[in-house]
Every structure is written in C-alpha cells, then in structure tokens.
C-alpha cells in the first residue's frame, strides 16, 4: 500500500493478530474482571527512603541508560531524518528521559528509559511528527486514567507483540549497521565494535560470571548487556591507538 495506509502496517499487524489470537483462545481476558470505571493513580504511595547503595546503583545505570539514549537518538535522526542529532536534540533526549523518569518514580513506578523499538516504527513509517508521536502518549496517559483501556493492551499476546517487533527489531540493527559504516571500518573501529558486541552479549548469557563481585556491581552488569558493551566499547577507545598513530608507524 501507499500513503496512510503504508504508514498503518503495523496496527493493522497488531490489530489482525489480537483478533486472531482472540479467535484461538490465546487470549486471557480473566484481567478484564472487576475493573474499576475510572482509577486515579496516586502520588508517592510509598515512603521515601534514601538508600545509599540504591542510590548509587540508580546513578550508575542512569549513566548507562544516558548511553542508549544517545544512541536511541542519533538512530532515530539517521533513520527518520536522514541527519546526525543536533546537541540540543541529544541534551533534550537526555533531560527528557530523567525527567519522566522523577515524574514515574513520584507515582511509585519503576524508572523509565527509552525504547528502541519505536526506531524500527519510524524507520518503517518515516512519522516523526511530534503530533502523531504526542498523541500515542495521551493514549498511554488516558489508559493510566481508564484500566479497561490499559488491560486491552496487558491482554496482548506476546506472539502478537513478536511478529509485530521483528521488522521493527531487524531495522535497528540495520541502522546501527550504517551508523557504524559512517564511522568507517578502519581496523581501530572494527576491533572496538566487535569486541563490544560479543563481550556485551556473551557476558549476559553466563551471568554467573560475576558471582563473586559486589552486589552492585552484579545489578549492574550481570543482566544488562548495554552496560557491559558500553563499558567496553568506553575503555577500547581510550586505551587503543588512534588511527593516525598506526598510520604514522608504518610510515616510519
């Protein structure tokens, strides 16, 4: 299709796929019993407490997640705008997601960060509209107001969720792909992104690696494969000789 159509892909999938999942019986609807019309969330519904330890782990991972964040945007300007981010766009990206996350923490939620899902969307569709993209979270705020409207979307399958975020998931590796061949594939480059991945990933998939460091350091790392691939990815590009420090030696 064209045009709007296009664009609609992807609810159409969802859409399709809740029916027929619903058709099939792999739908639980047991969420839809005794909801209330209206809930009206309430604000600081536990006591504060200033933990050291959480404290420091929440900043550590703030530091991580600011991390995806720079890389959620520069993804999301090639993408959607064909460009680099300007650095107000990347302060605001930043600042953004540490102010939802106070506002999320103040109704007694977990802390927010970005999702790299809505890049695929947008590669798919090419809306960057802020209205369009506005809207989709007065729909998330009305469904914090509404729970038979937040129960549609608890109730979705996630055979549904999967076959509509494997398109999405694939293009955001493809633009990691392209932002990496902007970079160049000049040895230094190549060996920092490889090492980055596997290290990143395999680290996760045997966390038990990090039994004996500090609990810290184990809810940090032991499960988050964006923090170990940043760290390493940090401590290569300081450690490895630039490009034009190998070229000067085999000159010489």
Avoid: W
């Avoid at 959480?54 to 460009?83: C, H, P």
């Amino acid at each position: 299709m064209k045009g709007t159509a296009k664009q609609l892909s992807v609810l159409f999938g969802l859409v399709v796929g809740y029916v027929a999942a619903m058709a099939m019986g792999k739908v639980d609807l047991s969420g839809f019993a005794h909801l209330q019309i209206v809930s009206v969330p309430r604000i600081m519904p536990f006591k504060p407490e200033f933990a050291p330890g959480a404290i420091i782990s929440l900043g550590l991972l703030y530091v991580v997640s600011s991390v995806e964040v720079l890389g959620d945007t520069a993804a999301l300007t090639k993408v959607g705008l064909n460009r680099l981010p300007t650095e107000r766009e990347t302060a605001g990206a930043i600042a953004g997601d540490g102010l939802i996350s106070s506002v999320s923490g103040l109704f007694g939620c977990l802390p927010l960060t970005s999702f790299a899902q809505n890049i695929g969307l947008v590669a798919m569709t090419k809306v960057v509209n802020r209205k369009v993209i506005l809207s989709g979270g007065l729909i998330l705020i009305l469904a914090s107001f509404v729970p038979a409207i937040a129960e549609v979307f608890n109730s979705m399958p996630q055979a549904v969720l999967g076959g509509c975020t494997i398109m999405m998931f694939g293009n955001i590796i493809l633009s990691g792909f392209q932002m990496i061949a902007e970079a160049g594939f000049t040895q230094r480059n190549i060996t920092i992104a490889a090492l980055s991945l596997t290290i990143g990933i395999g680290f996760t998939q045997v966390s038990n690696i990090f039994v004996h460091f500090p609990a810290l350091f184990q809810q940090i790392f032991a499960s988050n494969c964006i923090a170990v691939a940043f760290v390493v990815a940090l401590i290569l590009s300081l450690v490895l000789p630039s490009e034009e420090h190998f070229l000067a030696a085999r000159e010489d």
